[in-house]
């Protein structure tokens, strides 16, 4: 047997294998490669790397660090209960404003209808008949009937497209209750709400940051539409735009989208419309129009919060 043959022996028998890879493990944390190394750079007379040494800059820097920490770490902390309290009073006074106005909302609504009795009772059979027809298509009356529910629902947030088409985000849009809006009006709807929200010819459907906002009044997801119209409406609804572009949303990001029959629906009346009327003006005034009286380019920019 060589001497180098009989080095490797003695090498192997320094380190024993078992099949047990924990115990193994514990037994000799340290990689066979260190030692080799070491040993290396002893036989070659090489000088073994200085360790890490913290100079008296570095000392500084560090303590400035920590002192810095600490002082944020500390103001951080002392004015948490004052945020945490001004959140929950403006969270109360926001519950305590929509309960107000759930009861004024109420009282309104009874009010109204003892109007509506007192009318009819002061105008008898047939012209009170007509009154209701008038107050039913305009939207200021309650109206009962069968119908289509159309119902949307935000996606995941963070749901990317799946099928890698650009089809917008994953929450629902106004533009999306906008287009739903105007495709059950084309299917034959007779009247439509929106979350209880009844609307009528000046009905707006906007956007205001991240709240939609019906009638400038806000209304908030999981978003329902309701339309009560003649039996043919959801056959005519299914194929109509709105429908084909939000099943493709739907399919893409996890959004929801269900239309479904709904019998014996019941649509709350509009609020009183305040009327404007037209007047004519002191003096003509200059107008970015261009000289045929159309608007200039750029005058009426589309609404924020995007469309599909």
């Given at each position: 047997m060589?001497?180098r043959?009989g080095?490797?022996?003695?090498?192997?028998?320094?380190?024993?294998?078992?099949?047990?890879?924990?115990?193994?493990?514990f037994r000799?944390p340290?990689?066979?490669g260190y030692?080799?190394?070491?040993a290396?750079?002893?036989s070659s007379?090489r000088?073994a790397?200085?360790g890490?040494?913290?100079g008296?800059v570095?000392?500084v820097?560090?303590?400035?660090?920590?002192?810095?920490?600490a002082?944020?770490?500390?103001?951080?902390?002392?004015?948490?209960?004052g945020r945490?309290?001004?959140?929950?009073?403006?969270?109360?006074?926001?519950k305590q404003?929509?309960?107000?106005?759930d009861?004024?909302?109420a009282?309104?609504?009874q009010l109204r209808e003892e109007v509506s009795r007192q009318r009819?009772a002061?105008?008898g059979?047939?012209?009170?008949?007509?009154?209701?027809?008038l107050?039913?298509?305009t939207g200021l009356?309650?109206?009962?009937?069968?119908g289509v529910?159309?119902r949307?629902?935000?996606g995941p947030?963070?749901?990317a497209?799946?099928?890698?088409?650009?089809?917008?985000p994953?929450?629902?849009?106004?533009?999306?209750?906008?287009?739903v809006?105007n495709?059950?009006?084309?299917a034959?709807?007779e009247?439509?709400a929106?979350?209880?929200q009844?609307?009528t010819?000046?009905s707006?459907?906007?956007?205001a940051?991240?709240?939609i906002?019906?009638d400038f009044r806000?209304?908030t997801?999981?978003?329902e539409?309701?339309?009560?119209?003649p039996?043919?409406m959801r056959k005519?609804?299914?194929?109509?735009r709105?429908?084909?572009?939000?099943?493709?949303?739907?399919?893409?990001?996890?959004?929801?989208f269900?239309v479904?029959?709904?019998?014996?629906?019941?649509l709350p009346?509009a609020?009183e419309?305040?009327l404007?009327y037209a007047?004519?003006?002191?003096?003509?005034?200059?107008?970015?129009s261009?000289d045929?009286?159309s608007?200039?380019?750029?005058?009426?920019p589309?609404p924020?919060?995007?469309g599909?």
């Amino acid at each position: 047997m060589s001497e180098r043959a009989g080095d490797d022996e003695g090498r192997r028998g320094v380190r024993t294998f078992t099949p047990d890879f924990l115990t193994e493990l514990f037994r000799n944390p340290l990689d066979p490669g260190y030692a080799d190394a070491a040993a290396a750079r002893a036989s070659s007379g090489r000088k073994a790397r200085p360790g890490w040494t913290v100079g008296p800059v570095s000392l500084v820097l560090i303590v400035l660090l920590g002192f810095l920490c600490a002082v944020a770490y500390r103001q951080t902390t002392a004015e948490e209960p004052g945020r945490a309290q001004a959140r929950s009073g403006l969270v109360a006074q926001i519950k305590q404003r929509q309960a107000d106005t759930d009861v004024l909302s109420a009282r309104a609504e009874q009010l109204r209808e003892e109007v509506s009795r007192q009318r009819e009772a002061a105008l008898g059979g047939s012209q009170a008949a007509r009154l209701r027809n008038l107050e039913a298509s305009t939207g200021l009356g309650r109206v009962r009937g069968d119908g289509v529910v159309v119902r949307l629902a935000d996606g995941p947030s963070n749901q990317a497209s799946l099928g890698g088409a650009d089809v917008g985000p994953s929450q629902v849009l106004y533009s999306d209750l906008q287009g739903v809006a105007n495709d059950l009006w084309g299917a034959g709807a007779e009247a439509i709400a929106i979350n209880g929200q009844r609307l009528t010819a000046t009905s707006t459907i906007r956007n205001a940051g991240q709240a939609i906002l019906v009638d400038f009044r806000p209304v908030t997801g999981p978003y329902e539409v309701s339309a009560i119209g003649p039996g043919s409406m959801r056959k005519r609804y299914e194929s109509s735009r709105s429908a084909l572009t939000m099943r493709k949303v739907a399919q893409d990001t996890g959004l929801s989208f269900e239309v479904r029959d709904a019998d014996d629906l019941t649509l709350p009346a509009a609020p009183e419309p305040r009327l404007r009327y037209a007047e004519p003006a002191v003096s003509p005034s200059a107008s970015p129009s261009g000289d045929d009286g159309s608007p200039g380019a750029g005058t009426s920019p589309s609404p924020s919060g995007g469309g599909r």
